[in-house]
């Protein structure tokens, strides 16, 4: 059973910085992607950063140059820094992966989210 762990979500002010988690554990052939996803009250999930495996990091146009996403493909866990955060950051973060595991290539997994809320 593969599982997405995140950690690191928190209350911080704006302008503070956050660094978030997420760990994939089971039998896991290949990871492809990981990435992270945010949800806002009210409004759909939107991807906020992914990383290909050996690949370039892509972040979506409303992070960039603040939030930077990195992996340990060794310990299959992604990274997400976010620094100068402001108060439309705020959301439940959720971790992605697509995975090759016994279930089959191509796999996608889903953490449960972490809460980020950046106050003003």
């Known amino acids: 059973q593969v599982q997405l762990v995140e950690s690191g979500g928190g209350l911080v002010q704006a302008g503070g910085s956050l660094r978030l988690s997420c760990a994939a554990s089971?039998?896991?052939?290949?990871?492809?992607?990981m990435g992270w996803y945010r949800q806002a009250p009210g409004k759909q999930r939107d991807v906020v950063a992914y990383?290909?495996?050996?690949?370039?990091?892509n972040y979506a146009d409303s992070v960039k140059g603040r939030f930077t996403i990195s992996r340990d493909n060794a310990k299959n866990t992604v990274y997400l820094q976010m620094n100068s955060l402001k108060p439309e950051d705020t959301a439940v973060y959720y971790c992605n992966a697509n995975l090759w595991t016994v279930s089959g290539k191509g796999m996608d997994y889903w953490g449960k989210g972490t809460l980020v809320t950046v106050s003003s």
């Open positions: 089971g039998t896991i052939y290949r990871n492809h992607v």
């Open positions: 990383i290909p495996s050996g690949g370039i990091a």
